[in-house]
């Protein structure tokens, strides 16, 4: 089983950078796919980010194709978000979840593992 703690978030200015990381705690850890999304106030949680358990493959929104990259470290247990060229439409609640067998790595029904969510603000 898998549990997951999300952190990094932050208040930044537009332009700036920020890393997220998520913390993962089961020795099934290295099985899952893993993924980013992330919700705005009014919004329903959307898609950011993917990356699959061999980190043979990453999938992203066009929204931040370009901008974040998600990458893994297996024998670390944690996933991370780097986040660069921030824009004031990237504040959100971000959350790391882990995906189960089968399925979309776009769709959030795809998902089984969640973490707490961390906030993003970006100031323009």
């Known amino acids: 089983q898998v549990q997951l703690v999300d952190t990094g978030g932050g208040l930044v200015q537009a332009g700036d950078s920020l890393r997220l990381s998520c913390a993962a705690s089961?020795?099934?850890?290295?099985?899952?796919?893993m993924g980013w999304f992330r919700q705005a106030p009014g919004k329903e949680r959307e898609f950011v980010a993917a990356?699959?358990?061999?980190?043979?493959?990453?999938f992203y929104a066009d929204s931040v194709k370009g901008r974040f990259t998600i990458s893994r470290d297996n024998a670390k247990n944690t996933v991370s978000l780097q986040m660069s060229s921030l824009k004031a439409e990237d504040t959100a609640v971000y959350y790391c979840?882990?995906?189960?067998?089968?399925?979309?790595?776009?769709?959030?029904?795809?998902?089984?593992?969640w973490g707490q969510g961390t906030q993003v603000t970006v100031s323009s």
């Open positions: 979840a882990a995906k189960g067998d089968g399925g979309s790595h776009y769709r959030l029904s795809s998902y089984i593992y």
């Open positions: 089961g020795r099934a850890f290295s099985r899952n796919a």
């Open positions: 990356i699959t358990s061999n980190s043979a493959a990453t």
